[in-house]
Each structure stands twice: as C-alpha cells, then as structure tokens.
C-alpha cells in the first residue's frame, strides 16, 4: 500500500504534451546525448516523454506517480516543479532557505545492491529537481487524502489540535512521516501494535527544523509522540479522542507496514541521468573524476562558460544566487566522493558525503574496529556537533565538502571547518591533473579555491599517542569537546561562536600538566576557523591551575576577537573565554590541585546519555454544555485537508491561462527622489509597473484606515526604505523576483532635508500624527497630587522597546484576475477583504461592485495581512488591469520581512512616586512612538499601550504620547499592538519599584493589584461588574496551581549551590481591553439540509469558522426537531466574498470571532423563527419531524431560508477586560547567557469558552509568539532604517526546543457574562502578554548573577537595578551577567588564595 492507495495504481505516469526534442552532440562523455528544448521550466507540461528516451531523461515517481522529463531547466528547483506542474501544492514556499520545514518532502532512494530503500527528508526549496533522479518523492498527499482516508498523521494533527492556519502542516506532517519510517528500519524490539519504534523524544525531535507560527509547538510535539513506543498516553494533551481514560484504541490506527515510500516500478529503471540539456545550459552526472576533470577543464577553458559542481545545493540558501550556470555538474555519482573508508590511521570521508551519513559513521565506530577509547570519544562528539549543524532535511543533502567550500571560498560560518580544525584534519585537492593534500589549516588559508578546482575528500586523523600512549594505565589523557551558542539550543541557527578544544593531558601528584593542546574558534566574524596558536603555545608543557587558566583566558580573549561589522564582538569574545573556562576548569581544583582520578570518566562521552524530552504540558478546561455544541473542544474546521496538503490558499490556486507573475522593487534609501529604475536585465519582463500606470482618475492608493489613505508606490519622492517603487512583471515568479532584485533605482538626495530616522529626531522636527480625540486615553487622578503624597520617587528612568516581525508562515500573496465589463476579482490572503476592495476600486477608479476581493484562508496574519496585504492585492490589480492579464504575486520571504513594518517601536520615559511599601502613587510616562511614514493604525497606539498598562493602580496617573513620523517603514497592528507594550511597561515600573526599595516584586505586584473602584476609576464602563473582576481569583488560583512558594524556595536553594546557572521565577498578571466591532452574517439552508454560512470575520487559523460552525448548529438546534443533533456537519462556513457579503470589515482585536457568532446567531434566530411554526404544523400530521424533512417541507412552502444580519455591539457593553496570570521559571547559564525556560503556568479566564480546543490554541500560540518578542526576536535595521534581518538566518522565532519545557494551562470558566456572545471571552491576543513572566523571571536570575558578580568583586549589597532589554537574546543577557564574570570570579579565587 501506498499512503492508502492500492500499489496497482502505480502504473506509469506519462506526462501528455508535445516538444520536439533534437539529438545534439555536445561532448564526447559517457552519455552523450543532449536535447535541444523548446520550453523552460515555466512551460514544463509541455514536456513531451517517449518510453524509450529512459536514459536520458529525468525519471522519478511523486506520491507514486511516474514522471519522466527530458527537458528541464537544471535551476529549477523541487518545490517549484511540484507547485507548478503538479496537483502536489502541499508542499508551501516559508522561506525558500532551508530555514522554516514547510517545503518539507521525503525522498527515497533504491539501493540495487543492498536491495534496500534509504529514506530521508529534504528542503524541496533547495533540491535542484535535475538530482532526483530515480528518486521516489513522497508529500504529505501521499500519505492519504480525504477521498481514499486520511493517513493517522493527519487526523491526529486534526485530533490533537495541532494545525491552526495550516501552512506549516504539511511539512510537519512529512518530517513525522520520515521519523517513523526511519524507525521502523531499526533493529529494536517490536514496539506493541499501533505504536512505531520511535521514543517520545525522538518522536518530538522530529519536527525540530520546522517552524510553525501558529500553535506554540506543544500540541504538535503531542502528535509526534503519540506515535512513540514508550509514550505514556495519559500525558498527551488535549484531543478530540478522548475526554478521560486515554487509550491507544481511541486514537487513529498506524500501521507501520501500510507505509512504503518507493514505487516498485522505478527499481526497474535506476539509471543516472547522464546529460539533461535545456536550452542554453546542461546538467551533467559525471561517473568518475577523470569525466569530472574533463568537464571541469572543457568549460573552464571554453570562455566565459559558467559552471556549477553540485553536490546538495543547501548552500543557495545562504548564498541566494541570480546567476544562470551553463553547465551543473552533479558530484555525487562519482564513487570517491561519495564513499567513506578508513584505514589504520584516518578516516577518508568524500566531498559529496552527506552531514548525516558521517553523524552515523562517526556514531557507529566501535572499539573492535581497532579505534581506542579516546578516538572513540573524539568521534561521537564531532557527531554529537554536527547534529546541530542546520535541520534535520539540510544535513541530509549537505556535504561535508560543500560545507568546507563555502567556508574556503565565501568565509562561510562553518561548525565542520571548526570541529575538524581541532582535530587537524587534511583535504585533498584535485586541480586538473594535480592532486594534492593540504592541512585543513592551510586549505582555509589558501586563495579561495577557483572553479577548477574540487575537492575530493577529508581526512579525519585517528588519535595517535604523542608521549606516553594511552593505555588505560598511562596517566596520559585525551580530552575533546565542542561548543556552540547559538540561539537554538538544538540548531538551525548560526553560531555566535563555536569552538572545539583537543587536549592531551598527564595527570600526576602535582596536578595536570598539558603536554599538547588544540584550540579551534570559528563562526565569530572572521574570514574562517583559526586555532588560536599563541594560547595553545602558552599552555603546553605547563601545570594547570587558576592563575594559568586566568592568563589562558585572558589571552583568549585578544585571540578571539571578531572583524570590525561583526554584531556583539564582546559578547563572542567573552564566549571564547567561557568556553575554555568550561574546558580546562573541570581538571583543577579551586585551590589549584588536579582534580583527577575520574578525568577521563567525566570528559568521555557518555554512550548512555538520553536526551530528554523537549516539552511536557497539562491542560485544564472547564467546558460547559449549556450551550452545546458551542463550547465543545471540537476539531478546528479544515484540520484534516490542511494536513494533507488538499487544503487550498491563495498561491495554491492553479494560474489561469496567460498568468503572469509579479515582484516589488523596494527603495533603499529613506529619504530620496527616485530619478528612475533600470533592470539588469529586460529579458523575461513584461512590464514594471509605477504610480504612472494608475488609470487616469484613479489613485495613488495601496491600503486605508479610518485615518487616512497611504500609497501604493512611492511617486517623485521615497519616504523610506522599504517603501515600494514599482512592481515587476514577468512570466515566472522567478523571474519577476530576480528582476526586481537585480533592479537597479537611481536616487537623488540633493538639497532634501536628511531623513527623520529616531523619534528624537522626530520630536525635534515636530513630525508627528494626529491622535484624535475619540481614541485619545483619559489621564487619571491627580498626577502632582500623587507625586507629593509619595515617600519615594524615581526619575526619568527609560526603557526602549524594539519591533517584531509577524512572521506568518505564508507571505503576502494574490492573484488579480481581469473580468469583463470592466471588473476584476481578486484573490487575496488578507484580513481585510472589504477595504482591499475599496482601495482597489480607487485605485483603478472603477466602482466598488467592479472588484470582487476573495479570501479563503489566510496562511497566518497576526495583523500583518490587515493593512499590509492591501497594496500586494492592488498592486496585482493594477497589473492585471493595466496588461489585461491575470497577474499574481507570491512575496519572497526577503521583500515581505523588508515592506512589512512590524510592530511599534517604543521610547519610553517614566517618572514614578511611591511609598515605602512599594504603593505606586503617581506614574508620569512619556512615550514616543515611532510610527514609520504613514498613519496606518498608529493613533490607535496611545489608547491600547495605557489600556494594557493600567493593570495597576498607580495612583495618578498621567502621560504624553508622540506618534512619531519617521522615514521608517509604516509600523502596524501586529498581535496586541501597543498592549504587549504596555503591560511590559507596567512589570519594568513594578520591577524598578521593587528593586529600589530591595522588596519582592511580587509583593510590590500585589501591593498594587486594583480593588474594583480603582478598576472602575481606570477602565470606566469596560470594567464591567464587580463580579466580572476574576484577577484576584486567577491570581490565587495560580499560586497554588503552580506551587508558587515551594518553587521560589527551590529556586532559591539552586542559586545558593549554583555558581553558573541561576534560576528565576516570576507570576505577572495581565489586563486586555478588547473591543467588539460591528460586523455581518448569513446563514443559509440548502434543500438537503445543508447550512451554508457566510461572516464578516476571515479564518486566519484562529479557528473563526469552527466557533461559527458551533453557533450555528446551537442555534438551529433550537427549532427542536429530530435529527438537529448532527447538524454541525451539515454546516460548512465559506469563503468571505465581498460583493456577496459587504461590511465585513477587520478581522482583528481578538474579538471578531465571537462577533461573527452573533451575527450568525441573529440569522439563525430569524430562520428558527420562520420555521418553528412549520414545523409545529407538522408535528401535528406526524409522530417525527426531521431536520431533512422541515426543510423540504419548507421550500415546498415557500419559506425563505436565508437569512442576513448585522451586529452591532452596544455602546455600553462592546469593551471589555479579559483576565489572565502566568508564572514562568527559567535558567540562565551565567557563561554564555542562555536562557531555558523550564516552566510557564498560565491561568486565562475566556468566560464560557465558545470552544475551548480552539482557545487553548490561541493562548499557548501567542504566549510562544510573545516569548519571540521577549526574547529572540531581532527585527534588525541597517543606519538607513532598511530591515537587514530579513530571513530565516538572522531571524529567529521560537522552536520546540525553545518554547517552556513544561507548559501548563488552565481555562478558567468564569461563568455567567450577561453582556458576551453566549458569556464567552476573547483569547487571540491576550495571552502574548503573558510571556513577560520569562522576560520578568530572566531578570530575577539575572539579579542573582549580578549579586553573585559584586561579592566576587568584592563589594556589599546587591546590584538589581539595571534593564534588562526586549528581546533579552543570549549577548543581552550575557553582558548583564558580566562579560568579564569568568576572569571576575578567577581574580576573586587567586586574590582570596
Ligand atoms: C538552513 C541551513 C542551515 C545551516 N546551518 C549550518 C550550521 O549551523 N553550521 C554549518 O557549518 N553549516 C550550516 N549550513 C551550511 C551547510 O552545511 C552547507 O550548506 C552544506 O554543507 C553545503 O553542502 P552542499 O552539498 O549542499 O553544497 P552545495 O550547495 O552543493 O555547494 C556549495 C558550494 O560548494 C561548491 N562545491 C560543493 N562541493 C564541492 C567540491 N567537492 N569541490 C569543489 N566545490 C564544491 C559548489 O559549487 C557550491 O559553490 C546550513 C545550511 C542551511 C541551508
Ligand atoms: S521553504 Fe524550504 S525550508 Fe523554508
Ligand atoms: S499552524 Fe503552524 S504556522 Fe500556522
């Protein structure tokens, strides 16, 4: 069985389309058959296959199905020919890097030999298709579907609640997928039925290199380990299985023999590809190297021919090459590359050797094949790094080789170069007929390698004994260890710094003396890897002891130091001191002595060690059936079609006919008259579109608010960079998005004022937006008044907080199609279908009910898809409208991150006045806010950061807000904007408080928790009734549910006995003050009984279309007729549509969820209204009245099954507060300034959730995505204010190893709220407010830290009062822990000696 399928379906697949193909000699190879094509790769189905062309033509099977191309564009990559020339669109464009997982596929190799099939995950984005040859690829489609059964991957995503938007899905579906195959390959024991050979923690490894935006990890890790043989079910989380008493029969079956991932008829045909010719450029699987040599020397000779050697293409995604190669040069079928052998003294590992193949060789080396103990260590540690090397799917492919290339040639910042500097491997070196071996050394050192040049394998030394052997009785030792800090502990992140340090040592009565020792450093911001010879001369042939190891790192620091333009230099130098520190420490004591015997026990790799799992997690829900099905925790609409891949977004709808396609050109530059745009090149572009191609009366018009219009493109003058220019439009995504990039703006700065780049520049100029009055906050009390009444007072304390990156998994995207009479319907990812629709009818100035703006679902939004889609869905309108084409966009990673504005930046200043026992009596704030070039949402800022602030009675009360207008990119709504700022501001004052008076911000939290009248004083008739102030409660709740006090001992006591690490704790509560909106339905009843429904609000994976769904089956219910029980899966909410359902206005503020269920319950109101009587009727002729029946009774009689409404919430009830509290513990590690966060407790009063699946989905996702901000995420301009942390390498969201070790939450059910929809709470946004409990428990390690730093410095009392910056990231938290701290502590050990 295949994915469900029956095998005999594999029967040969032929794409049917005609292209001539022409024979044309080449070059006098092996095979030499070339084909002269007609098409490219964009008109791929043209593609016309012959049975007997097997040989030089492309063959490979997808999802069983054969496809066979003789004609293909050697550049085109796996996931472009599966999105557009095959119904496969699972497999989703994140990032196109390598970076994000979602482009995720199985690949399966036959091995003719060993008769067996290798399977393994790759990056289809970076999988050049030409090297797939006789390859099976397997997407999650392939695994099932919901017409043959959906495979139990994907109904346990649905079960567990583990899809939300559903963009990551699919790839987290194959790389489960793979895990569990890969399994079932191992020799363990028969794991019991049901359940594969996977341990949990394998299991949840599995998805580690995928990112998901949505979900908070946690409930995918259920999934992964619910597959897992030593799972215990009773701790997997919530899911639609079961509600007590999990048992391994209530979950989907798996059936491990179902699975086989390669197509009995491609073993058959195995053959390599030879030559694949396209047009102008070629692809060659050279056999051995002397076809190698000769190919390499034919083009390089032959001038200006470029050549590419291919080994896994991973390094494209780093270094995103434009360039079109002649000839690709495929290494891997030529069997000295590609083999690894050993003999007596090394390990001869070839170029084109996988990162994973030499993981398990390495792994696999075992004392009976001669390797002593020592070099059995050394290996398993090199391997033990390499795991960390990029994700699971790019260590697949990556080469060793390719790896060292890149950082020979392009200074890469390679972990191999650095781990096999250490351990002095060698290379060889193949230059024409010249082959040579140089140390690794000498290679990095070399002019970087030319084009002629490869590089055939690497040479890793066994241990040889220097002195005295090393026999188990010789007092000689070798140690090794390797280092890297990087942002995720489990890779796929650059190193800050790596290291690895080879030591030999003698152990004898006077301690332990080095008799030789190898320091290699890399990835720290120089050209490559060094060994940092003056130590390494410094330390041999002496005793180590403090004073020694105090000069080595001392003098380690000068010897790590990073190129000038390399970020956090002192940061990376303090990591190479603590690295050393942590090599050499452990072998003395602290007064100097050997620390031996047991050196070699404790430094030897420990065979037996397990990782443990990443996460574990409880879930509290209190449902209620009152109004059933609303409030069940029911399965998210779409769930399942968005695992398998059948789920449809924007870009997966098929081009029609003629489609072109279409990039932005963006300013670079903030302030400057754009003189004009030059392409590199006009070849393959249709048109670049500019403000001048806007129909005459139309406007310059991109998005609106309620404050105003903003541009679509930048007219004379670029307001900053970023800003759009103009639009490419071409025949290929590709090569619109290569125009654009190559394009070339001329620029004019003469005689322009400089740009306005910070908010001080900005209040200097007076450059700011109108906040007007309705959305101005109310100051509160008596500010002088307070200030007087205080017994203390701080002044002028600041804190500035950064932006966030929303980071949805699907990019801005959209696809305008010309219609006739002069109108266009345009598919669009966006949350606001309805202004799109209004910006787009003025900019092409037709009327509104020419443009039809369609969205279905929305790949993630966060509110970047509310303002910042609308110019992507204009500009394609306008293209479209201007060519007479349809035209659509599917944003690069790259431009999205550089256009889309992001979060509000924030400079705040604030003056506070309290009391001895910590009450607050005056807050004084001043904010700037930079706001970017236009008003987007901004004004709204003010309003939301002192709504989220005023969570404390602070007195007095009073503020100045600037928005300021800046030549930076318009900032907008992203997640509880301004909120999340100002409940963290609220903690910093709390914390300063505290911190000033040497009191427990804890205790200073409570001693200023509102009473009701102060709520009632701050939030007026948003605080509700007093008994709708559940704080108190939560707040109580959680300090027992956490076991609050027993941890802060606990914590307390490992700081005490902890000199490197330091734990915090701390339990913040949170106030959000939602808004609800007025917003639309209708429900309608098909003469089946189907209900079709239709609202306002978007389903942007915050599970809208579920609760809807809910509604409605509750409130048709209420007809009482037989048979309304199953009526939820008679409903199917559709796409919004904005000339069938106008008003739909934004989806955002968390609250259009739960007005769209209104809105739906008012429709459904009316229809039970009309059908009750009916139905009344015939219950009078008739025992039973079904559902079916009443309504074919119905529409016989005529009765109007449709029905429309429009909620609009009451002035007096539309704002409320939503409650929640969290506590989280972390651990800091004092020498690299790492932070684990081992616990997060959340408690969240959502009312009487509507379903309380979907919000604990929604609470756990924003608490993660609020960790993002607090800190990992750097959203990082250059001095031009132009985004430069813009992808996947320099912008880091969290990962499951990143997220709480263990993640509690509990929905508290706060009953009866006379004025909710069915007395429900909001959950979308809130919650990210939470996650300042890790900023605020970072902080309280960090505390200690610092204390522990003044006693070793030899000074009284604490040191707390410092800022501890948004996002605390590894070098913030460092630097605060001291830099200096490991020659500190040293110092303080030889001075007290
Ligand atoms: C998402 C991601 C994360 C990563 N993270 C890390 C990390 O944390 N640490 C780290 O060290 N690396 C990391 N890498 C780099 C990765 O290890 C390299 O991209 C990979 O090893 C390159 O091998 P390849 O086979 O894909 O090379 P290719 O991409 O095929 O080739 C790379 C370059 O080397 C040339 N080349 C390849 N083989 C030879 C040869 N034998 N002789 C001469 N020239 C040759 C090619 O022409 C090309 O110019 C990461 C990569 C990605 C995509
Ligand atoms: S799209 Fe391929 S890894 Fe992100
Ligand atoms: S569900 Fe994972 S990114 Fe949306």
């Known amino acids: 069985m295949f994915g469900g399928q029956d095998s005999q379906k594999w029967t040969t697949f032929v794409r049917s389309a005609s292209l001539t193909l022409t024979p044309t000699p080449r070059l006098s190879f092996r095979t030499q058959i070339c084909f002269t094509a007609t098409t490219d790769s964009s008109t791929m189905e043209d593609t016309q296959l012959t049975s007997t062309q097997h040989n030089q033509s492309l063959v490979f099977a997808v999802n069983g199905e054969r496809f066979e191309l003789s004609n293909v564009d050697p550049s085109t990559t796996l996931l472009h020919f599966l999105r557009s020339h095959t119904r496969f669109k699972s497999v989703k464009l994140g990032c196109g890097e390598g970076g994000c997982g979602a482009c995720n596929v199985l690949l399966s190799k036959y091995d003719s030999k060993l008769k067996q099939v290798e399977d393994y995950t790759v990056s289809s984005c970076l999988t050049l298709l030409c090297s797939v040859n006789a390859c099976a690829i397997t997407t999650t489609e392939g695994l099932g579907n919901i017409k043959d059964g959906f495979h139990s991957i994907h109904q346990r995503f649905a079960g567990f609640h583990a899809s939300q938007c559903g963009f990551c899905t699919p790839g987290m579906c194959v790389s489960l997928f793979s895990a569990l195959v890969n399994s079932e390959k191992t020799h363990r024991h028969e794991p019991a039925l049901g359940f594969s050979k996977l341990t949990a923690s394998e299991a949840e490894k599995s998805i580690s290199g995928n990112l998901c935006r949505c979900t908070g990890y946690r409930p995918i890790a259920d999934v992964c380990k619910s597959f897992a043989a030593d799972v215990d079910m009773e701790d997997l989380g919530l899911n639609s299985f079961w509600k007590k008493g999990a048992k391994l029969d ?10 086989t991932t390669y197509p009995e008829f491609l073993k058959n045909e195995y053959k390599t590809t030879g030559v694949l010719s396209h047009q102008n450029n070629s692809w060659y699987s050279p056999l051995s190297i002397e076809e190698l040599m000769s190919l390499v020397e034919y083009s390089s000779t032959d001038n200006g021919v470029m050549v590419k050697l291919v080994a896994g293409n991973t390094g494209i995604g780093y270094y995103k090459e434009t360039e079109q190669y002649d000839k690709y040069i495929d290494l891997r079928f030529i069997p000295e590359l590609s083999t690894i052998k050993k003999d007596g003294s090394h390990i001869e590992v070839g170029a084109t050797v996988s990162i994973s193949k030499l993981i398990l060789a390495l792994k696999e080396e075992k004392n009976d094949d001669g390797l002593c103990l020592e070099t059995n260590m050394v290996f398993k540690r090199i391997a033990s790094h390499l795991e960390k090397i990029g994700t699971e799917s790019i260590r697949n492919v990556a080469s060793i080789g390719g790896n060292l290339v890149m950082a020979q040639r392009k200074n890469f910042p390679s972990d191999i170069a650095t781990v096999l500097l250490a351990v002095k491997a060698k290379v060889s070196i193949l230059t024409g007929v010249k082959r040579e071996i140089l140390t690794l050394e000498e290679f990095l050192e070399n002019p970087a390698l030319d084009s002629r040049s490869v590089l055939l394998s690497v040479f890793i030394p066994w241990l040889k004994p220097t002195k005295n052997g090393y026999s188990e009785k010789s007092n000689t030792e070798i140690i090794f260890q390797t280092y890297r800090a990087s942002p995720r502990p489990l890779g796929n992140a650059l190193a800050y710094l790596n290291a690895a340090f080879l030591a030999e040592i003698s152990v004898c009565d006077s301690g332990v003396g080095i008799n030789s020792i190898r320091l290699a450093f890399g990835s720290f911001g120089v050209k490559h890897a060094i060994s940092a010879s003056t130590v390494e001369n410094f330390l041999v042939g002496k005793t180590l002891s403090v004073d020694l190891i105090y000069e080595a790192v001392k003098l380690i620091r ?150 105003g219009p903003e541009p679509l493109f930048a007219d004379e003058l670029t307001q900053c960079a970023g800003q759009l220019i103009a639009f490419t439009v071409a025949d290929t995504q590709k090569n619109a998005d290569v125009a654009a990039d190559t394009a070339m703006v001329d620029y004019d700065i003469e005689d322009l004022d400089p740009p306005i780049l910070t908010v001080e520049q900005a209040v200097k100029k007076s450059s700011f937006f109108e906040v007007p009055s309705i959305v101005s906050p109310s100051q509160v009390g008596d500010f002088s008044k307070g200030m007087a009444e205080s017994d203390h007072q701080i002044h002028s304390a600041e804190i500035q907080l950064p932006s966030q990156y929303y980071f949805y998994m699907e990019t801005q995207t959209a696809l305008a199609v010309p219609d006739e009479d002069n109108c266009i319907v345009v598919y669009s990812s966006i949350q606001v279908p309805e202004y799109a629709q209004s910006v787009i009818a003025r900019c092409l100035n037709i009327p509104e009910h020419n443009v039809r703006v369609i969205t279905r679902r929305v790949g993630g939004g966060f509110g970047g898809k509310a303002l910042k889609a609308m110019p992507v869905a204009t500009a394609c309108a306008l293209a479209a409208y201007r060519l007479g084409r349809p035209v659509r966009t599917y944003m690069n990673r790259k431009t999205d991150m550089i256009m889309a504005g992001g979060r509000h930046p924030m400079k705040i200043n604030y003056t506070i006045g309290f009391k001895s026992n910590g009450k607050i009596t005056a807050l004084h704030l001043d904010i700037l806010i930079n706001a970017g070039m236009s008003t987007d949402v901004s004004p709204m800022l003010p309003w939301n950061v002192m709504a989220a602030l005023k969570k404390y009675n602070f007195g007095a009360l009073s503020f100045d807000f600037k928005v300021c207008k800046t030549n930076h990119s318009s900032k907008s709504a992203m997640r509880a904007p301004g909120e999340v700022q100002g409940s963290f501001i609220a903690e910093a004052v709390i914390e300063h408080v505290a911190s000033h008076l040497s009191l427990d911000p804890g205790f200073v939290r409570e001693v200023n928790f509102h009473s009701f009248n102060s709520l009632k004083l701050f939030y007026g008739v948003g605080a509700g009734e007093p008994l709708e102030y559940t704080l108190p409660t939560l707040w109580d709740k959680l300090m027992k549910s956490s076991n609050f006090d027993n941890r802060v001992e606990k914590v307390n006591k490992f700081n005490k006995n902890n000199i490197w690490r330091k734990k915090g704790v701390s339990r913040i509560p949170i106030l959000h003050e939602v808004l609800l909106r007025s917003t639309p339905g209708k429900v309608s009843i098909l003469r089946d009984g189907s209900v079709v429904v239709e609202v306002g609000g978007i389903e942007l994976g915050q599970g809208l279309w579920t609760k809807v769904k809910q509604m409605t089956a509750y409130c048709l219910k209420a007809v009482q007729c037989d048979g309304t029980d199953g009526l939820l899966e008679k409903v199917r909410v559709i796409q919004a549509d904005t000339l069938s359902m106008v008003q739909g206005g934004f989806t955002s503020g968390s609250t ?42 119905a529409n016989i009689h005529a009765v109007n099954l449709s029905a429309s409404s429009f909620f609009v919430p009451e002035f007096t009830s539309m704002r409320y507060i939503n409650y929640g509290a969290a506590v989280s513990e972390v651990e800091v590690n004092l020498l690299t300034g790492e932070t684990k966060i081992l616990q997060t407790d959340i408690i969240y009063d959502c009312g009487q959730s509507l379903n309380p699946a979907v919000d604990l989905g929604q609470i756990e996702g924003a608490f993660v995505q609020g960790i993002g901000f607090f800190m990992l995420e750097e959203y990082l301009t250059n001095s031009d204010g132009l985004v430069i942390a813009d992808g996947t390498w320099t912008y880091k969201i969290p990962t499951i190893d990143t997220i709480p070790k263990q993640l509690n939450v509990q929905i508290l059910n706060s009953g009866y709220h006379k004025n909710r929809v069915l007395s429900s709470k909001a959950s979308g946004e809130p919650p990210l407010l939470l996650a300042a409990s890790v900023h605020c428990a970072t902080r309280s390690a960090i505390k200690e830290a610092r204390n522990q730093l003044c006693s070793w410095k030899g000074l009284d009392g604490s040191d707390s009062m410092f800022q501890l910056d948004v996002p605390a990231t590894m070098p913030v938290v460092k630097t605060l822990c001291g830099l200096d701290n490991v020659e500190t502590y040293l110092r303080s050990l030889l001075s007290s000696s």
């Open 250 to 259: 209530k979950l989907p079956f798996y059936d491990s023999k179902q699975i």
């Open 558 to 707: 000068v010897s790590v130091s990073p190129e000038s333009g390399t970020t956090h230099p002192a940061y990376r130098s303090s990591l190479a001191v603590s690295f050393l520190f942590d090599f050499l420490w452990p072998l003395v004591k602290a007064d100097g002595t050997c620390n031996s015997p047991g050196i070699r026990s404790r430094m030897t790799f420990d065979h037996t060690e397990t990782t443990t799992l990443l996460s574990s997690a409880k879930q509290v829900i209190e449902s209620s059936h009152e109004h059933y099905p609303v409030g069940e925790p029911i399965v998210k609409s779409s769930a399942a079609i968005q695992a398998s891949g059948e789920a449809v977004f924007v870009d997966d709808i098929p081009s029609p006919l003629n489609c072109l396609h279409g990039a932005f050109i963006y300013s670079t530059k903030p302030l400057a008259r754009v003189k004009g745009v030059k392409l590199k090149s006009e070849k393959d572009v249709n048109s670049v579109i500019t403000f001048q191609d806007i129909p005459k009366g139309g406007d310059n018009i991109g998005a609106k608010t309620l404050f």
């Open 1152 to 1193: 259009t969820s739960e007005a769209s269920c209104e809105a739906v319950r008012l429709c459904c109101n009316v229809l039970v209204e009309r059908l009750v009587s009916l139905k009344e009727k015939l219950k009078e002729q008739m025992d039973s009245v079904t559902w079916e029946l009443l309504i074919t009774q």
